[in-house]
């Protein structure tokens, strides 16, 4: 297992968001103050990892022709279990990341990971792929995060930092964020969900040219050898 | 039907086949199952602890004296009154009456209406000429950064925040709407409806009471 090349491939050329279009209904819903990207990154993230490494422990006794309901069956009833233990032992980071959780479920990138990756392959590298995949996933969503809240609330860091966040004593999600551009001025459009989908298609349309060209380039670089 | 494809479908109707494929799913089903159950059957006392104290704060946020109030155990239930409430659109699931200093001081209910992502369930306190004297939400699964804005109590177009202006509303004001009475917050109206849902219905429920 090469774990450059994954994390390559999560970051950049197979991004889940931006390559695979993965998890877009997540991305543009929740993407509009940076607490909301950096807490659904995060729990996406983990149970990203850990349901990678059970579907590749379990891939050798799943049958072919069900192996999408085996899947559906071990994700739903991991990420439930993670909700309740969460909800029972770790109040706080349920109040914080409770509301991500049950949204997880649904998310395709656990299941398109599961179908592509770690049922062919094993435990460790599925670990791997899990990580990297996950951290490919929060970027994008930072970036959206950052995009959509500058332009839409003129804020930066809302969740976090700013009055009421926890640099001020409030509670995790709590911040309003540092107010950057006065309040006239940023277009409310952007935090609505068509301003996700304007941003997400603006990032993706930017990926593809950037990938385009490097491979462009590559190609150029080939044929002079 | 190509002979190919016959003799696919056959292959895969093959007895055998179709058992193990059963049996590896039920197989599935009941570990996940018995794993569940086991995890509810841990988490569930302190899960259970934790919105106990979760109810009790909520009430202390809808009446009007939080200090001197004192809560009555949930009352029973009547039949005209889940019926009241599920006129409004909404579900009562429990009620509490307030005293203010052993004076009995209205009432407050829990309600549980439908938000966009799910169940909104709120806390509607009336005094005793049905008169509203606060709302809080309870528990939510509103999208975040949306609906949620509702859920926290931010500030509409007009500034008030969003569950204050429910404050001094009463059956006088006839069923509240959003967009009539009532100001939802823009890009969150099915979580505004919501909300406003619930607190039409706690007031048919007052309108029963005493």
Not at chain 1, 40 to 62: D, E
Not at chain 1, 85 to 101: D, H, M, R, T, Y
Not at chain 2, 99 to 122: C, H, K, L, R, W
Request: glycine residues 12%; contains cysteine; proline residues 4%.
């Amino acid at each position: 297992m090469d774990f450059k090349s994954q994390f390559k491939e999560g970051l950049i050329t197979n991004n889940p968001v931006l390559v695979q279009l993965l998890g877009l209904c997540s991305t543009m819903a929740i993407t509009t103050s940076f607490f909301n990207g950096l807490g659904m990154g995060i729990a996406v993230t983990i149970i990203l990892t850990l349901s990678n490494i059970i579907i590749a422990a379990i891939r050798n006794i799943v049958p072919d022709k069900i192996r999408i309901a085996m899947f559906i069956v071990v994700i739903a009833g991991f990420v439930t279990m993670v909700d309740l233990l969460l909800q029972a032992f770790v109040p706080a980071l349920s109040e914080s990341l409770g509301v991500f959780i049950p949204l997880i479920v649904v998310n395709c990138i656990i299941l398109g990971r599961a179908e592509s990756f770690s049922y062919k392959n094993g435990v460790a590298a599925s670990a791997v792929d899990g990580i990297c995949q996950g951290i490919g996933y929060t970027v994008v969503l930072l970036v959206m995060c950052v995009i959509r809240e500058f332009l839409g609330a003129g804020t930066f860091g809302g969740g976090i930092l700013g009055p009421g966040g926890i640099f001020d004593g409030g509670a995790l999600g709590a911040g309003k964020g540092i107010t950057i551009l006065p309040e006239q001025y940023p277009m409310k459009l952007l935090t609505l969900p068509v301003g996700g989908f304007i941003v997400l298609a603006v990032l993706i349309a930017a990926m593809q040219w950037a990938l385009e060209r490097s491979k462009a380039k590559a190609e150029k670089e080939a044929a002079e050898v | 039907m190509s002979a190919e494809v016959k003799e696919n479908a056959k292959v895969s109707m093959d007895p055998k086949y179709i058992a193990t494929l059963t049996v590896r799913l039920f197989g599935t089903c009941l570990v996940v199952a018995f794993l569940l159950g086991l995890v509810n059957m841990v988490t569930l006392p302190n899960i259970t602890a934790r919105k106990k104290a979760a109810t009790d704060a909520a009430l202390k946020q809808v009446v009007e004296n939080p200090d001197a109030s004192e809560f009555s155990d949930a009352l029973e239930l009547s039949d005209d009154m889940t019926a009241a409430a599920s006129g409004a659109g909404a579900t009562l699931s429990a009620l509490y009456a307030v005293t203010e200093d052993a004076a009995p001081a209205g009432y407050a209910f829990t309600v549980v209406s439908s938000g966009s992502q799910g169940n909104i369930e709120m806390m509607v306190g009336v005094d005793e000429a049905d008169v509203v004297t606060g709302v809080s939400i309870v528990s939510n699964s509103e999208t975040p950064g949306i609906g949620s804005k509702v859920m926290g109590n931010e500030p509409t177009a007009s500034g008030t925040p969003v569950l204050d202006q429910f404050i001094g509303k009463s059956p006088e004001d006839g069923a509240l709407t959003v967009g009539g009475n009532i100001d939802g917050i823009s890009g969150a109206t099915v979580s505004s409806r919501g909300v406003t849902t619930g607190v039409n219905a706690a007031l048919a429920v007052a309108a029963l009471m005493d």
